[in-house]
C-alpha cells in the first residue's frame, strides 16, 4: 500500500519550482478613478434641489428634466444625511452596487 503525505509543507515542497515575482516588479496603482459626474454631485454647486417625495420612483408629482439614473445628487446635503445617514461624499466612496442597493431601498432607483 502506497502512503501519501498530504502536510502542507509536503505539498510546497513538490511544487518548489514557483516562480516568485518581487512586488517592486508588478505594476500596481492604489489609486482608484472616479467619475467626474460623482465628482461634481460632491460640490453641489449649480444643481437644483428637490425634496426627496418629488425624486422618487413612485412619486405623484416627479421633478422635470433630472437623471433619472442619479436622482440622489439633486437631494439637498440635509436631506441627503436624513435620507442615507451618511454624507455625499461617504456615499460615493462606497462601491457602485452598494450604492445602487441604498437607492433601490429609498425608491431612488
Not at 38 to 47: P, R, S, V
Not at 89 to 104: G, I, L
Amino acid at each position: 500500500m502506497l502512503s501519501v503525505n498530504t502536510s502542507p509543507t509536503a505539498k510546497f515542497e513538490s511544487n518548489s519550482r514557483v516562480n516568485v515575482i518581487p512586488m517592486s516588479s508588478r505594476r500596481y496603482s492604489p489609486t482608484i478613478k472616479e467619475d467626474s459626474k460623482e465628482n461634481e454631485a460632491d460640490t453641489d454647486e449649480g444643481l437644483t434641489f428637490y425634496p426627496y417625495d418629488r425624486l422618487t420612483t413612485s412619486s405623484t408629482d416627479p421633478a422635470p428634466d433630472i437623471d433619472v439614473t442619479r436622482r440622489e445628487i439633486y437631494l439637498s446635503k440635509s436631506e441627503f444625511r436624513e435620507r442615507f445617514n451618511m454624507t455625499k461624499e461617504a456615499f460615493y466612496k462606497m462601491p457602485k452596487w452598494r450604492q445602487n442597493k441604498m437607492k433601490t431601498s429609498l425608491k431612488l432607483f
